[in-house]
């Protein structure tokens, strides 16, 4: 399913080498044809396949090597309280988790870097392919579609991140460029790109669902739902009008009928299930080109249970998050729902008590092992992104709020999430607005936790989850229970890369909190 994206793979280096055009001397000024360049690549409908190709390639850096024992992908989880790290290695990790990091982070660098350059190779897409002829208009503009949803992705974990950001919506050639030293973009200009991205794509004929693992309706319209319950709340606290966006788009995704839960938690998990079911979009794997680096980042340090001859501990739920769920929660089932608290000696062999709770919603079984199987130590597990589940807990969110009250369609999404996990919702009759927005909030945490989402509700909501009286406190001031880590105002963004500022002084003043 995962070829016809990336049978293109092989190209990738002729894209990474176009975003970046050298300037010109006398003696280079003969032309070689030869040579590719943006200006004489894009010819074929192929090259547009191979470019889009390129630019989903470029979504994997989340899971790319951040120094030692480090993944992109820890970022966002070591600032949330609910995680914590078995390696002391890299002090980069170690800054994240203790609250002290800086614009120096490599993380941070990484992560600016990433969706940069996913940007970059958008907007060389949707500026050379519409020049491509002859090639078939559904076939390009499918393209262009897929360019824009992954444009505006790049652009809405940016614009949380970071605040203010350059808006680069063409392709930077030369330092003649005005975007070549950007200045910051207000925000909300930001945001009001990335909806007109999403509204753009949702007209460029994608089907509602694709197997193949490229962007669908589904996802557009998943993500857009995602963008406007963003907006409704800090920093741009549009309120009820976007709160009424969010609903509509959520429930168009719910009506459509393409999507549903998966039965079982282990079917998030599953290679044979990606892509289809409740996985509306993710990114993707394959072994034989570009294997999931997460695997062994995931598992206890060096407690023996894997395929994997490195098991590292990055990234593992702190205990106190683990025994806040409600008694009797399948999601902390032991291998079952979204934690294991033993596994088989070397993957395949005696049962090993793990005594402390780690994350098994990313865990491969196939690569890592199972009981009488050995692993094959590949992984081509997706990392999910937008999922079916998400979407029923934004719709309730939002109708919640715009109904002063939950209506029987938003407390049905809530009871669907909760159904599978085998709890007993109340009555519709037993909430008022106030508990049941804190009901929603709370199966978010447990439903969503470690999939990089729990952070930015936390921005949006200025919340923080209290584990031990399991209510919601001010996101400023709220102590991390495992190491006493305190929020600040500063960490509602992150810092900009110190050497993004060094290279370009227009992009200052840097976020307040942090040293220029």
Same mark, same amino acid.
């Given at each position: 399913?995962?070829?016809?994206?990336?049978?293109?793979?092989?190209?990738?280096?002729?894209?990474?080498?176009?975003?970046?055009?050298?300037?010109?001397?006398?003696?280079?000024?003969?032309?070689?044809?030869?040579?590719?360049?943006?200006?004489?690549?894009?010819?074929?409908?192929?090259?547009?396949?191979?470019?889009?190709?390129?630019?989903?390639?470029?979504?994997?850096?989340?899971?790319?090597?951040?120094?030692?024992?480090?993944?992109?992908?820890?970022?966002?989880?070591?600032?949330?309280?609910?995680?914590?790290?078995?390696?002391?290695?890299?002090?980069?990790?170690?800054?994240?988790?203790?609250?002290?990091?800086?614009?120096?982070?490599?993380?941070?660098?990484?992560?600016?870097?990433?969706?940069?350059?996913?940007?970059?190779?958008?907007?060389?897409?949707?500026?050379?392919?519409?020049?491509?002829?002859?090639?078939?208009?559904?076939?390009?503009?499918?393209?262009?579609?897929?360019?824009?949803?992954?444009?505006?992705?790049?652009?809405?974990?940016?614009?949380?991140?970071?605040?203010?950001?350059?808006?680069?919506?063409?392709?930077?050639?030369?330092?003649?460029?005005?975007?070549?030293?950007?200045?910051?973009?207000?925000?909300?200009?930001?945001?009001?790109?990335?909806?007109?991205?999403?509204?753009?794509?949702?007209?460029?004929?994608?089907?509602?669902?694709?197997?193949?693992?490229?962007?669908?309706? +589904? /996802?557009? *319209?998943? #993500?857009? %739902?995602?963008?406007?319950?963003?907006?409704?709340?800090?920093?741009? $606290?549009?309120?009820?009008?976007?709160?009424?966006?969010?609903?509509?788009?959520?429930?168009?995704?719910?009506?459509?009928?393409?999507?549903?839960?998966?039965?079982?938690?282990?079917?998030?998990?599953?290679?044979?299930?990606?892509?289809?079911?409740?996985?509306?979009?993710?990114?993707?794997?394959?072994?034989?080109?570009?294997?999931?680096?997460?695997?062994?980042?995931?598992?206890?340090?060096?407690?023996?249970?894997?395929?994997?001859?490195?098991?590292?501990?990055?990234?593992?739920?702190?205990?106190?998050?683990?025994?806040?769920?409600?008694?009797?929660?399948?999601?902390?089932?032991?291998?079952?729902?979204?934690?294991?608290?033993?596994?088989?000696?070397?993957?395949? +062999? /005696?049962? *090993?008590? #793990?005594? %402390?709770?780690?994350?098994?919603?990313?865990?491969?079984?196939?690569? $890592?092992?199972?009981?009488?199987?050995?692993?094959?130590?590949?992984?081509?597990?997706?990392?999910?992104?937008?999922?079916?589940?998400?979407?029923?807990?934004?719709?309730?969110?939002?109708?919640?709020?715009?109904?002063?009250?939950?209506?029987?369609?938003?407390?049905?999404?809530?009871?669907?999430?909760?159904?599978?996990?085998?709890?007993?919702?109340?009555?519709?009759?037993?909430?008022?607005?106030?508990?049941?927005?804190?009901?929603?909030?709370?199966?978010?945490?447990?439903?969503?936790?470690?999939?990089?989402?729990?952070?930015?509700?936390?921005?949006?909501?200025?919340?923080?989850?209290?584990?031990?009286?399991?209510?919601?406190?001010?996101?400023?001031?709220?102590?991390?229970?495992?190491?006493?880590?305190?929020?600040?105002?500063?960490?509602?963004?992150?810092?900009?890369?110190?050497?993004?500022?060094?290279?370009?002084?227009?992009?200052?003043?840097?976020?307040?909190?942090?040293?220029?």
């Amino acid at each position: 399913m995962k070829r016809s994206i990336l049978q293109y793979i092989y190209l990738l280096p002729v894209f990474l080498l176009v975003l970046v055009a050298p300037g010109c001397k006398k003696f280079l000024e003969e032309q070689d044809k030869s040579n590719l360049t943006p200006d004489n690549y894009y010819t074929l409908p192929e090259h547009a396949e191979a470019a889009i190709a390129a630019a989903y390639a470029q979504t994997r850096f989340i899971g790319n090597d951040a120094g030692i024992f480090v993944g992109n992908f820890s970022m966002l989880e070591a600032v949330t309280g609910t995680a914590k790290t078995e390696t002391g290695q890299n002090s980069d990790l170690n800054n994240l988790f203790g609250l002290v990091y800086n614009g120096d982070n490599l993380l941070v660098r990484n992560w600016w870097n990433g969706l940069y350059s996913v940007i970059a190779q958008t907007n060389l897409v949707l500026d050379k392919v519409p020049n491509i002829n002859p090639m078939d208009q559904a076939q390009k503009n499918r393209i262009l579609g897929e360019a824009r949803f992954l444009r505006a992705w790049a652009y809405f974990y940016a614009v949380r991140l970071w605040g203010d950001i350059p808006l680069i919506t063409k392709p930077v050639a030369d330092a003649s460029s005005p975007d070549f030293y950007p200045s910051r973009t207000p925000q909300e200009t930001v945001y009001n790109q990335i909806v007109a991205d999403l509204t753009a794509a949702e007209s460029s004929g994608l089907s509602w669902t694709d197997a193949s693992g490229r962007a669908s309706l +589904g /996802a557009v *319209k998943t #993500l857009l %739902a995602k963008v406007y319950l963003t907006m409704a709340g800090f920093p741009l $606290n549009k309120g009820n009008s976007h709160f009424q966006l969010a609903a509509t788009k959520a429930n168009e995704v719910i009506t459509s009928t393409q999507f549903s839960l998966f039965p079982n938690y282990a079917d998030l998990h599953d290679v044979a299930k990606e892509n289809i079911g409740e996985q509306i979009w993710e990114i993707q794997y394959l072994a034989s080109v570009a294997a999931n680096p997460m695997q062994q980042k995931l598992l206890p340090n060096f407690k023996g249970i894997s395929a994997y001859s490195d098991e590292i501990g990055t990234t593992v739920p702190v205990n106190q998050f683990y025994q806040s769920y409600e008694a009797g929660d399948r999601r902390t089932v032991d291998r079952v729902g979204y934690f294991y608290t033993s596994y088989y000696t070397e993957g395949s +062999g /005696a049962l *090993k008590n #793990l005594s %402390a709770p780690y994350i098994f919603k990313h865990f491969d079984i196939i690569a $890592n092992g199972t009981s009488g199987v050995a692993g094959t130590a590949r992984s081509d597990l997706n990392w999910m992104q937008l999922r079916y589940a998400e979407v029923l807990l934004t719709y309730a969110e939002a109708q919640n709020e715009i109904g002063g009250g939950p209506n029987a369609a938003a407390w049905s999404a809530l009871k669907q999430i909760r159904d599978r996990a085998t709890l007993t919702t109340p009555a519709i009759g037993t909430f008022t607005q106030a508990s049941f927005r804190e009901a929603v909030w709370k199966e978010r945490w447990y439903e969503l936790c470690y999939e990089g989402i729990t952070w930015f509700d936390m921005v949006r909501l200025r919340k923080a989850f209290n584990m031990s009286t399991k209510s919601f406190v001010d996101f400023v001031g709220y102590a991390f229970p495992d190491n006493g880590a305190t929020l600040a105002q500063k960490h509602l963004l992150f810092p900009l890369p110190t050497d993004e500022m060094r290279n370009n002084p227009n992009l200052k003043p840097q976020n307040d909190g942090y040293a220029n």
